[in-house]
């Protein structure tokens, strides 16, 4: 018998008491995740929300109830798009019209996980989906060691841990009729914003009308830390900004940066900041934590997640994840729209190791990709091979705190890809929106504290984690 635990979920065809009825399905639910009602205009029931979506059209966390503005007509596809225009937050969307099958929509960055085996159901990750016999005797430790990770690796083109369970990229759609998976977006080339000065400003508004509603109606808190992502969220808060909470996790090399320059962002702005020292779990609690995200991720997230048990359980947490969309994250400096894209590139653009079942995975997405430039093809692997299934993974390892990044929504994403290419390659956008929304915090750099120390902080993560240097090696060199 399999356990859900919190924060995790699972749907079979077994009747469950207590479980959410649709479609001929079971849906169960562990604690800290919201089953939530989809109504379309005209009062139709379209299914269930499973996680904490946030309404955009109302400017509120949704409750139990989502009343969509548009009218369901007969394709799924075109209703869920239209409706995904209007939230943000983490959310699965279970649809279900009454009469064919059901389908499971994922948000942008599939922050919900979806990993699948048609014989048995769906679930959040192998450990709600397979007993302990079976997680254990479809375990591919082969697989697991040759992708790192144990380290820093991950599962791309959705392969997961475990020998015939599948994980749904974001943008892709589960038939639960036939398991069959397809992409609802985008289904063709992105287009150029008219205005990108105007993108700016929706984008700066967009996240801070979702901050301030949050800050307005729950305990959160805002993350704070030496980079531009949360630097955007610091002026997206300027409004809320003397009465908002801000946190950094300190110590440690890697979070030197952070500590000593969130510290004098906090200083300069006149911010209520706390500081989270860096809390080292358990090898039971790490084991723990990488067994609930179905051994699909693990890193340094693993180790550390316990940071975050030092505020309150179930506050909010606004995070900056979404940013790197609008920065080229994939890019090279003499990548161009007509750059080929190609199985092999993208996977030394992701740091891995060679591997043919995932090259033959890759070249199958590309072939069904979109018609687009190459740079848009690398931002999409982007969100699809590398946001899915390595940050949103993580979702069901701790369940301490409900997280918002306010980028992670289709409209932010789609203002993000919209910004022309010379400013995406410079990785400037960011620095464009905090300059609109408190230019002054721009005194203060970004993610650096100095020649001598930047250089003698890199040497020693090198020093102290060679495989990073390779993973590395193979991103500059693909």
């Known amino acids: 018998?399999?356990?859900?635990?919190?924060?995790?979920?699972?749907?079979?065809r077994n009747a469950v008491p207590g479980a959410v009825e649709l479609g001929g399905w079971f849906l169960e639910t562990g604690a800290s995740l919201r089953v939530i009602r989809v109504i379309d205009d005209s009062g139709r029931a379209t299914g269930v929300l499973v996680g904490e979506p946030f309404d955009l059209h109302r400017r509120e966390i949704?409750?139990?109830?989502?009343?969509?503005?548009?009218?369901y007509e007969g394709d799924a596809d075109a209703f869920v798009n239209r409706s995904m225009d209007d939230l943000s937050g983490a959310y699965l969307w279970f649809f279900d019209d009454g009469t064919g099958p059901l389908?499971?929509?994922?948000?942008?960055?599939?922050?919900?996980?979806?990993?699948?085996?048609?014989?048995?159901?769906?679930?959040?990750?192998?450990?709600?989906?397979?007993?302990?016999?079976?997680?254990?005797?479809?375990?591919?430790?082969?697989?697991?060691?040759?992708?790192g990770v144990g380290?820093?690796?991950?599962?791309?083109?959705?392969?997961?841990?475990?020998?015939?369970?599948?994980?749904?990229?974001?943008?892709?759609v589960l038939d639960l009729g036939d398991f069959e998976v397809a992409r609802f977006w985008p289904d063709g080339p992105l287009h150029p914003a008219a205005d990108p000065d105007a993108a700016v400003g929706s984008l700066l508004e967009h996240v801070a009308m979702q901050i301030a509603a949050v800050a307005e109606t729950r305990p959160t808190v805002i993350s704070l830390t030496a980079g531009q992502d949360t630097r955007l969220l610091l002026a997206s808060?300027?409004?809320?900004?003397?009465?908002?909470?801000?946190?950094?996790?300190?110590?440690?090399?890697?979070?030197?940066?952070?500590?000593?320059?969130?510290?004098?962002l906090a200083e300069f702005a006149g911010l209520r900041q706390r500081e989270l020292p860096r809390i080292v779990a358990t090898d039971d609690e790490v084991e723990a934590y990488i067994r609930r995200t179905g051994h699909c991720v693990a890193d340094a997230n693993a180790r550390y997640?316990?940071?975050?048990?030092?505020?309150?359980?179930?506050?909010?947490?606004?995070?900056?994840?979404?940013?790197?969309?609008?920065r080229g994250f994939l890019w090279r400096p003499s990548d161009d729209a007509s750059l080929a894209i190609e199985a092999r590139r993208?996977?030394?653009?992701?740091?891995?190791?060679?591997?043919?079942?995932?090259?033959?995975?890759?070249?199958?997405?590309?072939?069904?990709?979109?018609?687009?430039?190459?740079?848009?093809?690398?931002?999409?692997?982007?969100?699809?091979?590398?946001?899915?299934?390595?940050?949103?993974?993580?979702?069901?390892?701790?369940?301490?705190?409900?997280?918002?990044?306010?980028?992670?929504?289709?409209?932010?994403?789609?203002?993000?890809?919209?910004?022309p290419v010379e400013w995406r390659r410079e990785g400037t956008f960011a620095h464009r929106v905090i300059r609109r929304g408190w230019p002054e915090i721009m005194t203060i750099p970004i993610n650096s504290l100095g020649f001598v120390a930047d250089t003698m902080s890199k040497l020693s993560r090198a020093w102290k984690d060679p495989k990073a240097v390779v993973s590395k090696l193979r991103k500059m060199l693909g």
């Open 237 to 264: 808060s300027r409004s809320i900004a003397e009465k908002a909470d801000f946190v950094t996790v300190v110590g440690g090399d890697q979070h030197s940066i952070d500590s000593k320059l969130a510290r004098r």
């Open 346 to 419: 993208l996977i030394a653009r992701f740091g891995l190791p060679q591997d043919a079942d995932l090259e033959a995975r890759l070249a199958a997405w590309i072939a069904a990709a979109p018609k687009m430039s190459g740079l848009d093809l690398l931002d999409l692997a982007y969100i699809e091979h590398r946001m899915g299934p390595w940050a949103s993974a993580h979702f069901p390892g701790d369940d301490w705190l409900v997280a918002l990044h306010p980028m992670v929504s289709r409209r932010a994403i789609t203002l993000m890809l919209s910004l």
């Open 151 to 172: 380290n820093k690796g991950w599962f791309p083109a959705g392969m997961t841990a475990h020998r015939g369970v599948e994980r749904l990229l974001p943008n892709h």
């Open 305 to 326: 997640h316990k940071s975050v048990h030092l505020i309150e359980r179930g506050t909010w947490f606004i995070g900056g994840l979404g940013g790197e969309v609008g």
């Open 1 to 12: 018998m399999v356990m859900v635990k919190s924060k995790q979920y699972r749907l079979t």
């Open 62 to 71: 949704a409750g139990d109830r989502l009343n969509v503005r548009h009218r």
């Open 103 to 147: 389908r499971s929509y994922p948000d942008p960055f599939a922050q919900i996980p979806v990993v699948f085996d048609p014989e048995i159901g769906v679930a959040t990750s192998a450990d709600s989906l397979l007993d302990d016999g079976a997680y254990e005797a479809r375990f591919d430790a082969a697989r697991y060691r040759h992708f």
